[in-house]
């Protein structure tokens, strides 16, 4: 029995060092903040590329950032789905009445037989684009970007020896429901792995012209479902670094219900499972340290019982340390982020106390979205069904044009997702 919570307790004492290391390092990246500022001079001509597939509740929202950047030289290229798709009409509508002249709306045409269709679409919009242009971005239909949002993204490719720069995703939600905590509580333990482990965020992504006129960039995105974990082995192939914009964090305030964010977490997950070195070591430690903590609790009872309050009192410290390292770490990079947010005037709310609830029970949803993810081969993304027995194997089973959703719940439309 003492060996089983000395072993459980020295995998939690890991556990929570690891996250005090990650968290430090997330912190270093956001205090860099002042010397990254610095770099006003950089602004290289770019193409902005958003691909659509519905009509996203923020659409409106992106578009008005995107269109507004105070950046002196870029361009945008908004490619939709299908002719039908909603979205066109929504897009056609807004520059009739806030025309851009750098704006150009297409529809995709590139065939998506063994890739993602966002892949598809990204893959499309870079061939076209013209030979004056330096460094080509995209970001997803639920991003707001703020005024310098493109200035933020680029800034780290000023250093030749970065070809791939990536913006980071926080959740900062206003509803307190299961669903929305669950998502945030994950996703602010996860940033701290992706910030360490250079796992990219496809919502905001700026490319140098090495990478993105290398074909074998192009070769590899047209065989992945993703656009954004596998960047990491790009960016080694090309012998270039791939670097996180602090300043281009990204805030989603949307809800979601619980069954939703589940779903949202084990796509994650998959997706790093395809495309990630390290995901054993991710899943590993998410299985042990769960493992731990149930083992922990249940002999800290027994310790309790039997009277043993010394050993009861050092398995709850354990405890207390393994979850007050991980909160603690994710309130330090919170309160960074929240400076940063607010000093662009944005709004950002905080649930700290329900947050650390939400982290308590985490070890245990990751480990069922990660038994979810491993089995995984058939993916339902916006109507798109896709067969994906490996990582290079992509199959789609079905498609048909993105319909817009009968009314229904509105948390679960914001995320319209499934595994």
């Known amino acids: 029995m003492y060996q089983l919570a000395t072993v459980s307790s020295l995998c939690?004492?890991?556990?929570?060092a690891l996250y005090l290391y990650w968290g430090s390092r997330a912190a270093r990246l956001y205090r860099s903040i002042r010397d990254q500022r610095a770099d006003e001079d950089y602004t290289p001509v770019a193409t902005v590329i958003l691909p659509l597939r519905g009509n996203d509740p923020f659409l409106v929202h992106c578009l008005d950032g995107l269109l507004n950047q105070d950046y002196p030289d870029y361009r945008v290229k908004i490619v939709v789905d299908h002719v039908s798709d909603p979205a066109l009409g929504f897009v056609r509508q807004y520059l009739r009445k806030y025309p851009h002249p750098n704006c150009e709306v297409s529809i995709r045409h590139q065939q998506a037989f063994?890739?993602?269709?966002?892949?598809?679409?990204?893959?499309?919009?870079?061939?076209?684009?013209?030979?004056?242009?330096?460094?080509?971005?995209?970001?997803?239909?639920?991003?707001?970007?703020?005024?310098?949002?493109?200035?933020?993204?680029?800034?780290?490719?000023?250093?030749?020896?970065?070809?791939?720069?990536?913006?980071?995703?926080?959740?900062?939600?206003q509803s307190t429901n299961a669903g929305t905590l669950v998502r945030h509580a994950w996703n602010a333990a996860a940033v701290l792995q992706m910030l360490s482990l250079d796992i990219a965020w496809g919502g905001s992504i700026a490319l140098s012209r090495s990478v993105f006129q290398d074909p074998r960039f192009s070769n590899t995105l047209c065989k992945m479902m993703w656009?954004?974990?596998?960047?990491?082995?790009?960016?080694?192939?090309?012998?270039?670094?791939?670097?996180?914009?602090?300043?281009?964090?990204?805030?989603?305030?949307?809800?979601?219900?619980?069954?939703?964010?589940?779903?949202?977490?084990?796509?994650?997950?998959?997706n790093a499972r395809f495309y990630h070195s390290h995901f054993w070591f991710i899943a590993t430690?998410?299985?042990?340290?769960?493992?731990?903590?149930?083992?922990?609790?249940?002999?800290?009872?027994?310790?309790?019982?039997?009277?043993?309050?010394?050993?009861?009192?050092?398995?709850?410290?354990?405890?207390?340390?393994?979850?007050?390292?991980?909160?603690?770490?994710?309130?330090?990079?919170?309160?960074?982020?929240?400076?940063?947010?607010?000093?662009?005037?944005?709004?950002?709310?905080?649930?700290?106390?329900?947050?650390?609830?939400?982290?308590?029970?985490?070890?245990?949803?990751?480990?069922?979205?990660?038994?979810?993810?491993?089995?995984?081969?058939t993916i339902n993304w916006r109507g798109v069904i896709y067969y994906v027995p490996a990582p290079f194997e992509?199959?789609?089973?079905?498609?048909?044009?993105?319909?817009?959703?009968?009314?229904?719940?509105?948390?679960?439309?914001?995320?319209?997702?499934?595994?």
């Not at 939690?12 to 929570?16: H, N, R, T, W």
């Not at 974990?229 to 602090?246: E, H, R, W």
């Not at 043993?308 to 207390?320: D, I, K, N």
């Open 114 to 173: 063994n890739c993602g269709l966002k892949n598809a679409t990204l893959i499309q919009a870079i061939q076209s684009v013209s030979a004056d242009v330096e460094v080509v971005a995209w970001l997803d239909a639920d991003v707001l970007p703020h005024r310098r949002w493109l200035r933020d993204l680029v800034a780290p490719l000023r250093d030749a020896e970065v070809g791939i720069a990536s913006g980071i995703r926080w959740y900062a939600p």
């Open 12 to 16: 939690l004492i890991v556990f929570g």
């Open 227 to 270: 656009d954004d974990t596998g960047l990491k082995s790009i960016a080694d192939q090309l012998n270039q670094k791939l670097v996180f914009s602090p300043t281009a964090t990204m805030i989603n305030a949307e809800s979601i219900a619980l069954d939703s964010s589940l779903r949202f977490i084990t796509r994650q997950m998959v």
């Open 285 to 377: 430690l998410g299985f042990v340290s769960a493992l731990a903590q149930t083992v922990l609790v249940g002999l800290g009872l027994l310790f309790l019982y039997q009277g043993q309050q010394l050993a009861a009192g050092l398995v709850m410290g354990v405890l207390a340390f393994a979850g007050g390292s991980v909160a603690f770490s994710i309130y330090r990079v919170g309160s960074h982020i929240e400076q940063l947010v607010r000093s662009r005037g944005g709004e950002f709310r905080r649930h700290p106390l329900k947050t650390v609830g939400y982290l308590w029970l985490m070890p245990y949803l990751f480990c069922g979205c990660l038994i979810a993810a491993i089995r995984t081969r």
């Open 394 to 419: 992509i199959y789609i089973n079905h498609y048909e044009p993105f319909q817009k959703p009968a009314p229904m719940s509105v948390r679960a439309e914001l995320e319209n997702v499934s595994i």
